[in-house]
């Protein structure tokens, strides 16, 4: 590993406990023990959305199939902090070709300002995530190799109300922070793709 991959990582890895110690220190507040905790569980999906390649390319990620789970702790009645970790599978096509598959881990913790309460609840957030790529499964084509990285992450979604105590969450979480992922080919050079991450997820949420 480089000198400069290897001071990425180290800094990514002291963004993300950094917004963690946050996420704690605030939960750890007395008035935060009263506060109201959703946990919730679902399904996820997600794509990577390829933009201004270093080299040229069509990069594309298909959206696989995932489940997410986590919990929403609320220190206000308008702001919450949502901690998830999910898994899902994505399968990545170059220029029409196969180019193998790897599992994307997303791991977040997001503020989030919920606007009002009532059948419909929208919220709003912005936070750290950190993203985990493992299983990767290259073909004859080729293979991507998105590394573990930390980045900005915002979302944005809607509770619907369905009784007292449960609530169905859609929402999407996108990375506006610019990502960077080698496409290696078999029979070419490897090749450079900057791209922004995207999740879409749908949960069940249980109110204590």
Do not use: C
Request: charged share 20%; net charge neutral.
């Amino acid at each position: 590993m480089s000198s400069h991959s290897e001071q990425r990582r180290r800094s990514d890895v002291r963004i993300t406990f950094a917004f963690a110690a946050v996420l704690l220190l605030l939960s750890a507040a007395p008035q935060a023990f009263a506060a109201t905790i959703d946990v919730f569980a679902g399904g996820l999906g997600g794509a990577n959305h390829a933009f201004g390649s270093l080299t040229e390319t069509d990069w594309r990620v298909r959206a696989g199939k995932g489940v997410e789970a986590g919990f929403d702790w609320f220190l206000t009645d308008h702001i919450s902090a949502m901690v998830s970790s999910g898994i899902e599978r994505e399968l990545v096509r170059v220029r029409g070709q196969s180019a193998g598959e790897f599992r994307s881990i997303p791991s977040s913790a997001i503020f989030d300002y919920h606007v009002f309460a009532g059948p419909i609840e929208p919220y709003a957030g912005v936070g750290v995530a950190y993203l985990v790529y493992r299983g990767r499964r290259g073909t004859a084509f080729g293979h991507a190799d998105p590394p573990d990285h930390a980045a900005l992450m915002t979302n944005a979604g809607v509770n619907y109300v369905i009784a007292p105590r449960w609530r169905l969450m859609v929402g999407a979480e996108y990375g506006p922070a610019r990502s960077t992922a080698e496409v290696r080919h078999a029979n070419a050079p490897t090749e450079k793709v900057d791209y922004h991450q995207i999740y879409v997820s749908t949960a069940l949420r249980y109110r204590f």
